[in-house]
């Protein structure tokens, strides 16, 4: 069973840093297609921020670009979401994902419970 546990969720002053860690257990690691999304109140889950399975192909949704920074370590089994700059409307729960590359689809296939980011102004 494949499990991904987020951390690292919690309540800031717009311009500061928040780091998140997304540790994937149960699975392949390195066959993951990592990726962040976040949803905010009221609103749809968004893509964030996705990393390739050796980390060479990264990217961003334009609002974060600059801000945040995607890696990972697979040593360590895990995907980090490095957050500067923080503004108010990056408010949301955070989720980790992971698309197995070797499954069919387009769709991620594991998904975290998420962990709350919140940003005042």
């Known amino acids: 069973q494949v499990q991904l546990v987020e951390s690292g969720g919690g309540l800031v002053q717009a311009g500061d840093s928040l780091s998140l860690s997304c540790i994937v257990s149960?699975?392949?690691?390195?066959?993951?297609?990592m990726g962040w999304f976040r949803q905010a109140p009221g609103k749809e889950r968004e893509f964030v921020a996705t990393?390739?399975?050796?980390?060479?192909?990264?990217d961003y949704v334009d609002s974060v670009k600059g801000r945040f920074t995607i890696s990972k370590d697979n040593a360590k089994n895990t995907v980090f979401l490095r957050m500067n700059s923080l503004k108010p409307e990056d408010t949301a729960v955070y989720y980790c994902?992971?698309?197995?590359?070797?499954?069919?689809?387009?769709?991620?296939?594991?998904w975290g419970r998420g962990t709350q980011v919140t940003v005042s102004s």
């Open positions: 994902a992971a698309k197995d590359v070797f499954r069919a689809g387009v769709d991620y296939d594991y």
């Open positions: 990393i390739s399975r050796g980390g060479g192909t990264i």
């Open positions: 149960g699975g392949t690691f390195s066959n993951y297609l």
